[in-house]
């Protein structure tokens, strides 16, 4: 409690430096709040992306159906596989008429329909990389009845690319911008902490202890980067909230983030805390 009361004390006291502080953390955390919504949002639009990849096998003319019932419920036991559908003949020319309007008039003059029968099947979650949707397709491959097998190699590739080359660069900026915000919380802490060396000074001389001085201090450092991270999650939120309402839609972060991000805050605050006043005393005790 005697802690608390100081940091508050001193926050008073130098309402400007505290504010500084507060200032200089909101801000940092904002910008690295900017980007985790970037990041977040680039990842959910490429796992609905990846949501859509499929394979789908080919049937030779005339398979009975009864092959086509053991088969699907054979594919259907595949780890890897969420669901199959079978599309008749019929349904493929549904489909494809419905989709490609413009020729709809071609279809509708056939006599004889071309669209061969498949199976299509969804992947589960977890099982969508391109080394799982090529072991599945051999597989397919593997049915005498089956004439061809498809799936988009190249786009499946793709996807899977634009995934590590997000995932590295999140983590690349991610850590420039942690790195960037540590040194500028550190340098407005420090000022706080220098502007009372007096007080660490007077202290000192009465025989107080290095941890019975760093307290109070900590103590601050920690309200301070509460108060930061506060700062940040209203300002990413307020960036949030006017790009989905003028420009397009986004997903707002997960609630272990924002958890995460106050964490952050509260932690960066206390180390650069820490930090500044343990230099000062250490200076302090060199003259």
Partial sequence: MRSLREATRGMRRAPLLSG??????????????????????????????????????????????????????????????????????????YDASRELTEFSDVFSDLEVNPLPASFELRLREGSRTPEDVERVAERLRGYEFVEEVRYGREWVDKVYALRRIAGGAALALGSAFALGSILLIGTAVRMAVLAR???????????????????????????????????????????????????????????????????????????AAGRGVRKEISRIEAL
């Fill in 197 to 271: 060396s007096r007080e660490i000074s007077i202290m000192q001389t009465v025989g107080a202890t290095d941890s019975f001085i760093r307290r109070p201090f900590l103590v601050e450092g920690l309200l301070t980067g509460v108060a930061g991270g506060i700062l940040a999650l209203g300002l990413t939120w307020l960036a949030w909230w006017t790009v989905n309402r003028s420009l397009l839609e986004l997903q707002w972060l997960p609630d272990l983030w924002v958890a995460l991000g106050i964490v952050l805050a509260a932690a960066l605050g206390v180390l």
């Fill in 20 to 93: 500084l502080s507060i200032a200089a953390i909101g801000l940092s955390l904002f910008i690295i709040g900017l980007f985790a919504l970037t990041a977040h949002n680039i990842d959910e639009a490429l796992t609905d992306v990846e949501s859509r990849v499929e394979v789908v096998a080919y049937l030779e003319e005339g398979t009975p159906e009864a092959i086509v019932s053991v088969a699907r419920s054979e594919i259907g036991g595949f780890p890897e596989i969420e669901e199959v559908r079978f599309v008749s003949k019929v349904e493929a020319l």
